[in-house]
């Protein structure tokens, strides 16, 4: 069945460091990619998404680029700040029933 | 525009007590979803309704139940809570036309004593 590996936290950084969290998936078709954010004591938000193959999803200073030939799909961040300290779950969606998250990655950002 | 709201936020319960946890959405999604967290295991999905009047299990459905009431509503059971049951539990939402993009509501916190 599909399923998501991601790395394993937590990540502790200082603050304006680069940030990059890996994903990678297995899955039958063309699966739909997510980043979700979770911050302390609130529900998933979904950060950035990535529809087909080398497909870019963006947002708030976030990237992750769809790779099919390598099945990945790495958050990146170039400059992390305080407020970005939460946890981060990659996602694989096969089909409109079928999301799966990998284990989550704890991100803290010290000044 | 309220998204996903879930209640209760915290909730303690004896081991074989059953209560029911409440979603709502209000933003006219066709599927909902409730899913566990657990320490170290991401999000485990327990039962979802594809649309207003069907309910099928997921990926861990042992001891819960679920009735969609309407196409706002999901709701969760536990019928005999077990301290395994202990965990964070989230609802979700998502529109058919999406690529399965789901919105998530705050979570309630459960502990089974």
């Known amino acids: 069945g599909n399923s998501v590996t991601q790395m394993e936290g937590p990540v502790t950084l200082s603050e304006e460091a680069f940030l990059t969290i890996n994903c990678t998936y297995t899955a039958t078709g063309y699966p739909s990619l997510f980043w979700y954010v979770q911050y302390p004591g609130e529900g998933l938000q979904l950060l950035l998404k990535?529809?087909?193959?080398?497909d870019k999803g963006s947002n708030k200073g976030f990237e992750a680029t769809y790779r099919k030939e390598t099945t990945s799909f790495h958050l990146e961040k170039g400059s992390v700040q305080v407020s970005d300290s939460a946890v981060y779950f990659c996602a694989l969606s096969g089909s409109i029933n079928d999301m799966r998250f990998g284990a989550g990655t704890r991100l803290t950002v010290k000044p | 525009n309220a998204g996903v709201t879930q209640t209760p936020k915290f909730q303690v319960l004896k081991t074989g007590q059953s209560m029911t946890l409440q979603c709502a959405q209000d933003?006219?999604?066709?599927?909902m979803y409730w899913y566990r967290q657990d320490p170290g295991m991401g999000l485990r999905l327990i039962y979802y309704s594809a649309s207003e009047g069907t309910t099928d299990k997921g990926e861990v459905p042992n001891g819960y139940n679920v009735s969609r009431l309407n196409k706002r509503e999901f709701s969760l059971r536990l019928e005999s809570a077990a301290p395994s049951q202990t965990s964070v539990y989230f609802c979700?939402?998502?529109?058919?036309?999406?690529?399965?993009?789901?919105?998530f509501g705050p979570g309630t916190r459960l502990t089974v004593l």
């Open positions: 979700a939402s998502s529109a058919l036309t999406s690529y399965n993009e789901q919105f």
């Open positions: 933003m006219n999604h066709n599927s």
């Open positions: 990535a529809t087909k193959a080398d």
